[in-house]
């Protein structure tokens, strides 16, 4: 029993630390791109170490039908609180729960209706000035896709997702 809770209490205390020294982004808020399925985004620094993410994401486009020439939509949102664990003057090592949900015409699938993925992701945002950031993450995530037609299985995936280097996010902030 002992051994279990050791690995946890030495997680807390090495955490705690970092969380109580973070500087101060309280009020911060800020333009910018953390997903490429919902690009268009915003985060706010809602307490010293925790900020809350969201973006939006649409894709229109023709596909072939069945008869003839049709258009898709897709509409994307994703929702995510990044806690600061490891502040030093320019970087911010965090940790990213968020939930995305996809809603979906066809996007080359048409078993497909909609899709939901919760994501846990480290990653560290990098300050080139006061205002400017990128940064980068990688993580876990559980999705679960809906399908389209009646009697077809929902299926759901746990899988790593990351990007390579040149896929960078950013944000522009304001106070």
Not at 14 to 41: E, H, N, Q, R, T
Not at 43 to 67: C, Q, S
Not at 80 to 102: D, I, K, M, S
Request: zero cysteines; charged letters at 20%.
């Amino acid at each position: 029993m002992f051994k279990r809770l050791l690995v946890p209490a030495l997680a807390i205390l090495l955490v705690i630390p970092g969380v109580s020294l973070a500087k101060d982004m309280s009020g911060l808020w800020g333009l910018g791109f953390y997903s490429y399925s919902a690009p268009v985004g915003a985060r706010v620094w809602i307490a010293p170490n925790i900020g809350l993410d969201a973006g939006i994401g649409l894709d229109i486009y023709d596909i072939a039908g069945e008869d003839g020439q049709e258009s898709a939509t897709d509409f994307y949102f994703e929702v995510g609180v990044p806690f600061v664990l490891v502040p030093t003057e320019r970087v911010n090592f965090y940790l990213r729960p968020g939930v995305q949900v996809a809603l979906l015409d066809s996007l080359g699938n048409p078993f497909v209706k909609n899709r939901i993925a919760i994501m846990l992701a480290p990653g560290v945002e990098y300050f080139l000035t006061d205002q400017l950031s990128i940064e980068a993450s990688h993580g876990l995530a559980y999705e679960i896709e809906s399908a389209r037609e009646e009697g077809v299985d929902d299926q759901t995936f746990f899988y790593t997702f990351g990007e390579n280097f040149t896929f960078l996010g950013f944000h522009f902030y304001f106070r």
